[in-house]
């Protein structure tokens, strides 16, 4: 009597499992997770957007998208590791090269 109970209970939850694979649940939970997947793997392969930053405020952004320091003014600010010096002009420059190679 016990196994024709145990055999009963199997059926039920085979015929309890069937019925929710045939259920408008289980078919509209499939449907939503193929919709998903074809939208992540869409999406995976569609153009980003870039967004483009400017920290440098009033500065000219070269082609690496790095703003220009080639500004030789001087600025002075209260921070010394702020501060920009006088660049030497392209002549100086040269000069000083030439006085360290002899």
Do not use: C, W
Request: overall charge positive.
């Amino acid at each position: 009597a016990r196994f024709d109970s145990n055999i009963f209970a199997i059926k039920a939850k085979r015929n309890a499992i069937k019925q929710f694979y045939l259920s408008n649940t289980f078919i509209k939970m499939y449907k939503l997770a193929v919709i998903a997947a074809l939208v992540a793997s869409a999406s995976a392969f569609a153009p980003s957007t870039q967004i483009t930053r400017s920290t440098a405020i009033g500065q000219h952004i070269g082609s690496g998208g790095m703003a220009d320091t080639r500004n030789p003014d001087t600025h002075e600010d209260e921070d010394p590791r702020k501060s920009i010096s006088a660049a030497p002009s392209f002549e100086e420059y040269l000069k000083e090269r030439a006085a360290e190679g002899n």
